[in-house]
């Protein structure tokens, strides 16, 4: 989306796709100390509620990181893991193709808004491709946005861009929302 922009994989978990909580403290707190402004930055994992996690996401987004995460996968309350209940960040929950929100997906008042989660066909192992479904599919779209609005407008605030996204997102299409998750689909107007 932002063509012009560096990118720097981080990696925090194995093959496997597995990790433990210093793993994704130690990353996050490299990427605080050591981003170059304008940056954005995706968590596409979560696990438990971590505070130790949610004060190193709050660090990062203090520190002009702007930073989307993955609302999780366990068809709950989002405010009950991390990252995704921590302030600073923007949480993403995942919509199908129809836009109904995925039943996979979880909900409550820590998400920000959807992004399409659901059959996202991606780069993969190899130099193939594959097509897989999560939260985790979600988030880099609005990572992608504001990475975008950060090359447009310049460095923001992770606030001011959380706002834009609110503001021009596509408001009460999401069907089956549950009650208490604003009920807005990411829509990168122009930029």
């Given at each position: ?6 990118l720097r994989a981080v ?18 707190n490299w990427v605080t ?141 999401i069907t089956g929302n ?14």
């Amino acid at each position: 989306v932002a063509k012009n922009a560096y990118l720097r994989a981080v990696r925090v978990l194995n093959c496997a796709g597995s990790g433990t909580s210093s793993q994704v403290l130690a990353g996050m707190n490299w990427v605080t100390t050591n981003h170059i402004s304008p940056s954005v930055a995706n968590m596409s994992l979560g696990g438990g509620f971590s505070q130790a996690e949610n004060d190193a996401a709050s660090n990062m987004s203090a520190s002009g990181v702007f930073l989307a995460v993955a609302a999780g996968n366990s068809n709950a309350d989002a405010c009950n893991s991390s990252p995704s209940s921590a302030p600073g960040t923007v949480t993403v929950a995942a919509s199908e193709r129809t836009d109904a929100r995925a039943t996979y997906s979880n909900y409550g008042g820590c998400v920000d808004l959807y992004a399409p989660g659901s059959a996202i066909t991606s780069t993969w192992l190899n130099g193939g491709t594959n097509t897989i479904s999560g939260t985790s599919m979600a988030t880099p779209h609005v990572t992608g946005v504001a990475a975008l609005y950060k090359a447009t407008y310049g460095n923001a605030a992770w606030s001011t861009i959380r706002d834009w996204l609110s503001a021009n997102a596509t408001a009460n299409v999401i069907t089956g929302n549950s009650s208490g998750t604003p009920n807005k689909l990411l829509y990168k107007s122009t930029l």
